[in-house]
C-alpha cells in the first residue's frame, strides 16, 4: 500500500485585507488608491479562484505564475519613455534602477501583509 502524504501547503482562503499606503508619483491617474485596491484584490480571486477549481493544485505553484505575471506587468508598466531628460522616468530609467525599486516595493507590501508574519514561524516564541 502506498503511503500518501498530506501536502504542507494546504489551501487556506486568503482574504483581502491590505490596504494602499503607498503614494503614487506624479503620473498617477485620478484614483490610484480605487486602482491599486481594483488590482490587489481581483489579484487575490484570481488565485483563490484557481485553487477552488482544483484542490490538488499546488498554492506555491498558483502563487508563483500570479507572482511572474504580476512581475512582467511591473516591469511592462515602468519602460523609460525615451526620452533623456525625462524626470518621471530618471529614476527608472535601468534595469537595476527599476530592480531596485521593485525590491523596495516587495519589502513595503510585504511587511503591509497580514500574512508576512505567521504563528508557524520558526523564531516565533511558544510558552
Ligand atoms: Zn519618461
Redesign the pocket.
Known amino acids: 500500500m502506498a503511503f500518501v502524504a498530506l501536502p504542507c501547503r494546504s489551501p487556506p482562503k486568503l482574504t483581502v485585507t491590505m490596504l494602499r499606503t503607498f503614494l503614487h508619483g506624479v503620473a498617477a491617474m485620478q484614483n490610484p488608491e480605487a486602482h491599486f485596491n481594483e488590482a490587489f484584490a481581483r489579484t487575490v480571486d484570481i488565485g483563490n479562484t484557481i485553487a477552488d477549481q482544483d484542490q490538488q493544485a499546488d498554492l506555491w505553484d498558483i502563487a508563483d505564475g500570479m507572482l511572474a505575471g504580476a512581475l512582467q506587468f511591473w516591469l511592462y508598466s515602468r519602460q523609460?519613455?525615451g526620452?533623456a531628460n525625462?524626470e518621471?522616468?530618471a529614476p527608472l530609467s535601468t534595469a537595476q534602477s527599476r530592480m531596485t525599486e521593485l525590491k523596495r516595493l516587495i519589502d513595503q507590501f510585504a511587511a503591509e501583509s497580514e500574512y508576512f508574519h505567521t504563528p508557524q514561524d520558526q523564531n516565533v516564541g511558544r510558552a
Open positions: 523609460p519613455c526620452d525625462c518621471d522616468c
